[in-house]
């Protein structure tokens, strides 16, 4: 038997009506927002990742599906959604022909991880991207819509908040923290002192707990921002706290992608395992500039989809539609040409072969229908059908006419 690849899942039945629950929901309040679909590519160039995602993260260094396809290219499957989205902006030329440009995507992310609960090799996402508004206003719409569509599924969560500055604070808070790494250079992790060369700020959201506790004791980045970034963050917190969202603030968090600057964010359920991520984001300023695009202020976000299908509260399921079975054999034809025209207003399924009243009520039951109807030899005569109401529980006999 040959069997899914490791941590790559099938998504079907239950799992599926949850799947798009969620993709109903977050599209609905991404447009409300103002969020147009944009659909990129899942294979793309490797370098797209590599300039953007960042060399020195896991995700570029360990993690990508990484291949030379049969025209000598390197390509690579997509491990996240900003990459192609910002590759999409500048090469339709959105970044020259200025002003706003939101979109939101949902699909296949791949990661070559160590599969366990809540971490998968191909997982979904749910993402957004804003292009061209640079004011700490924007990146509160963002968080403020991830609580909406969290709230919406009835899912709990807490809330981290940070500031990574910009390119004004961060090269002299890096080398304060370059210096105090260099201090303890012989105490910390191999992953490290490698991070200390091609992206010393990674260190600090470093799992081992050695390294960790080493890092209590680090220069916090929120305390060397420049008075505009310190601004943005008072103001970010102003506007979260006027619309009653609550946040921790969490000097260590710095995300796993190189990209950001300024406001960094990520959601967490304490329901989840140790996999408690479930939407994580922030503002990315110099990206669109790093991939050849006109420098344009930016800021997203992205939701894990499986992380949520574990949490979403469902609404109830009503009973829906009809089924139609047949009791003898002359009558199958007719159930199927009745189900076809019924279709065409209604949900409904029917039965191809002749079975007793009972299997058919059972059949109507499993599939979760609001009318069980049934025709026999004497409906057949009397050109009728026997209709059961499964929810009011009142039954009928109708002339096919009517039906
Ligand atoms: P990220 O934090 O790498 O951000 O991923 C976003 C979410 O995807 C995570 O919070 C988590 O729920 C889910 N996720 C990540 N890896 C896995 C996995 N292996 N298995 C299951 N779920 C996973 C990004 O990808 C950025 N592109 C977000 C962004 C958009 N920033 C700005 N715009």
Redo the contacts with the bound molecule.
Sequence with gaps: MINSLRGMNDILSEDYERFTYFINTATDIAQKYGYHFIETPLLEETALFKRSVGESSD?VGKEMYQFIDKGENDVCLRP???AGVVRAFVQKKLDKAGGIHRFFYHGS?F?Y?RPQK????Q?H?F???SFGVDSVYEDAAMIMMVSDILKALGIAYRLQLNSLGDSNCMPQYRDSLVSFIEKCEDDICEDCVRRKATNPIRVLDCKNGTCQVIYKEAPKLINHLCSACEDDFEKLKKILDDNEIAYEIDTNLV???DY?SKTAF??VSDNIGS?S??????R?DRLVEFLDGRPTPA??????I??LMELIKMPEVKRDGYYLGAMDEEAIDLVVSLTHKKRKSDKATCDYKAKNLKSHLKGADKVNARFCCVIGTNEMQNDTIWVKDLENKTESTMFLKNF
């Design positions: 995700i996240e959604g900003t992310m990661r991880e809540g971490r998968l090799r997982f996402q993402g957004v991207e995300r796993g992608l950001y990520e959601f996999q991520a479930i939407a994580g984001g922030g990315y800021v997203g976000f992205a939701m894990g499986e992380r």
